[in-house]
Structures are given as structure tokens and as C-alpha cells.
């Protein structure tokens, strides 16, 4: 665990959450970073001293990618195409092995740090080169840039993106971890504003805060939220004011606007969830994967979703901590990985791993 800077600073705002007279209260974040720093400053024991949980949520971009979307891109790399993806993704297991599996056996996968990464190496060669974009609003932008100025012939995008809102409301619909506000993720708000969670507090009465990713921004924003139930209020506060502006990034959410169309989409621990995913709009056809290279993925076999015994679909849905799973730690470790909530440094068991002294 490691030691608060401004421990004083930490201490008022936890003294001013205990004068609330907090009790059994349970808030959620949907964010990797936000879990790392919950876990690696010890915030989640702090807060359970004066009556407050934080349970994590689906915020791992490489953990909700479901198996089948994995499952794809081996395919796509065991038939020829050269598959480009960032690191986290090629330890992700699936039942007919992992991206890193399909390397070893010879296909030609590689590991990006960039889409523009990606687009230099198509340049560079004439085979089929995949690139497959992960991750939240955050990221999205970032795959739009270079298909809106113009790729190679042979370079395609396999999206996985998916978007904030209706996983959100899929949580609250669910009705499974009874959750009383929402710590909404300060990287996403940067590009979309905070209006988009604002349906979310009028329909559910919702109190949520926006918050940054330091120890104080976490515990300033269950402080708001406290302060909020409090006073019986459910608005959309930002914390996070020094990056986040009511409407984010009017640039980013054009460019995304302009490339990708919301589709229904499964997430791993989750049914499929209306306009909850990124693909290609149809002017972008020709550098679309699932379109592009429709007949190997054709070939791409049934996987099953989580190994047996794994629980990441659980620990994305709040049920559980990752301690609760059976395997942590002693099947699944992050040398070994049975589920991508281990193998990812945003997903929670990763981060329960490293920080929680279990080795």
C-alpha cells in the first residue's frame, strides 16, 4: 500500500464524512484507474471506517471485451492477417488460447502502443494488417483520427469500443448490487461532458460524482455523494473541474460522431446491451474487419465466455471482490491468468493481486 501525500487533507475530508453519520452505504466506480488508486492507497478500508463501500465496476476496457471478440482476432491472425493490438490484450485467455498462443504458433501479432502504430506498419508491408481498437470514450477518438485522414489499402479496424451510459443503466436495471451513487470516470467525462450521465440522475434519483484519479479527487467525490444523500439531492457534480467541462471535447465527440454508430453489443459478465458498442459507419466499409475480412471470421469457433471456476463476469457486475472468486491468487495469478480481470493492470483482480499483499 502506498502512503497519501497529504495525509492531513485526507484526514478532513474523512473526518467530514463520519460527521454525516454514514452507514451501510454503497457506491460503485466504473473505472480501472479509480480501483488502482482505491487499492493501492488503501482508500476502500479508510472509507469502510465511516460506513462507506466502493464496489468496482465494469471499467476495465480489455475485461468487458467479451471472449468472442477475442476469439476473433486469433482467427484473424491464424488465417494470414497481421493483427495489431495494445499489450493487455494478448494475454487475454480464451478456450482456443490467447493472441499471445497465436504468436507462438507463428501468426504474426503484434503489440501497439498507438493506432498511428498500427497505420505505419500497413505502409510498410502489402498482407492484411487488423487493428483491434479497445477501450471506452476515452480511446475512441484516437481510432478515429487516422481513418478520417486516410489509411492504406490494407489496413481494416476491428472495434471493440464501447461507450459509458448504457452499461450504467444496465447496472441500475439489473437491480443486482444496489448501489446509492456513482463515481463516474473524470478520463471519459474529458471528451463527452458530464450532461451524458445526466438522464441517469433524473431517472433514478442518482447522486454522481465526476472525479480525477489521485487519492483526494476519490475521496472528494464520495465526500459530494455523501453530501448529496445527505440533503436528499441526485445531480451530476464534477470533481473533476481542473480537465472536465460541461461539454467535454466538442472535436473528439464530432470525430466520433462522424466515424462510429452506437450497436447493440454483449459484454463479458453481461447481456447484450442496446447501443452500447462502436462500429465502423458504412462509409468506412473498406477498413472495417468485420466487414473487410467477413469470410475468416466466419470461421472463428464457439468459445465459452469465462473458464471454468472464473468469475470476472461477477466482479464486473459488482457481485463480488476479486478475493471471492476461488481462483484468485492460486490458479489465477497474473503469470498464469484465467480471466482478463487478471491479466489487464485496470482490471480488479490484477489490481487486488498486486496491492493486496495476497501473493
Not at 49 to 78: F, H, N, W, Y
Not at 120 to 141: C, D, N, S, Y
Amino acid at each position: 500500500m502506498y502512503k497519501l501525500r497529504d495525509e492531513a487533507t485526507a484526514s478532513r475530508i474523512l473526518s467530514r464524512i463520519r460527521d454525516m453519520g454514514m452507514e451501510d452505504v454503497k457506491f460503485m466506480h466504473v473505472c480501472g484507474t479509480h480501483q488502482d488508486t482505491m487499492v493501492r492507497f488503501g482508500l476502500d478500508a479508510m472509507l469502510r471506517d465511516v460506513g462507506v463501500e466502493i464496489k468496482q465496476g465494469p471499467g476495465c476496457p480489455v475485461c468487458v471485451t467479451t471472449s468472442r471478440e477475442v476469439a476473433d482476432a486469433i482467427t484473424l491472425a491464424r488465417n494470414g492477417v497481421t493483427v495489431c493490438a495494445f499489450g493487455d490484450m494478448m494475454k487475454v485467455p480464451t478456450t482456443i488460447g490467447s493472441l499471445n498462443d497465436a504468436k507462438a504458433d507463428g501468426a504474426d501479432v503484434r503489440i501497439v502502443y498507438s493506432i498511428e502504430d498500427a497505420v505505419r506498419m500497413a505502409g510498410e508491408q502489402e498482407k492484411p494488417l487488423t487493428f483491434v481498437a479497445v477501450g471506452f470514450e476515452t480511446t475512441a477518438p484516437s481510432t478515429c483520427v487516422p481513418l478520417s485522414k486516410g489509411v492504406p489499402d490494407n489496413f481494416s479496424v476491428y472495434s471493440c469500443h464501447r461507450i459509458c451510459p448504457p452499461i450504467l443503466q444496465t447496472l441500475l436495471d439489473l437491480g443486482e448490487s444496489r448501489v446509492q451513487g456513482f463515481i463516474e470516470p473524470g478520463h471519459v467525462a474529458v471528451i463527452t461532458g458530464t450532461h451524458i450521465f445526466e438522464p441517469l440522475a433524473e431517472k433514478y434519483h442518482l447522486p454522481q460524482v465526476v472525479a480525477g484519479f489521485e487519492p483526494l479527487d476519490m475521496l472528494m467525490a464520495v465526500y459530494m455523494l455523501c453530501r448529496q444523500l445527505k440533503e436528499g439531492r441526485a445531480e451530476v457534480e464534477n470533481e473533476y473541474t481542473r480537465l472536465v467541462k460541461p461539454d467535454g471535447n466538442p472535436r473528439a465527440r464530432r470525430l466520433m460522431d462522424d466515424t462510429f454508430i452506437p450497436v447493440d453489443r454483449a459484454w463479458r459478465g453481461f447481456p447484450v446491451i442496446p447501443k452500447s458498442a462502436l462500429a465502423l459507419k458504412p462509409e468506412f466499409e473498406a477498413h472495417d474487419a468485420t466487414k473487410v475480412h467477413e469470410d475468416i471470421l466466419s470461421k472463428t469457433p464457439d468459445v465459452e465466455e469465462e473458464a471454468k471456476g472464473c468469475r470476472c463476469g461477477d466482479v464486473l457486475r459488482g457481485l463480488i471482490s476479486s478475493e471471492e472468486c476461488p481462483m484468485f491468487g492460486t490458479a489465477c495469478r497474473p503469470t498464469s491468468p484465467k480471466g482478463p480481470c487478471m491479466v489487464s493492470a485496470e482490471g480488479g483482480c490484477n489490481i487486488a493481486f498486486r496491492f493486496s499483499g495476497r501473493r
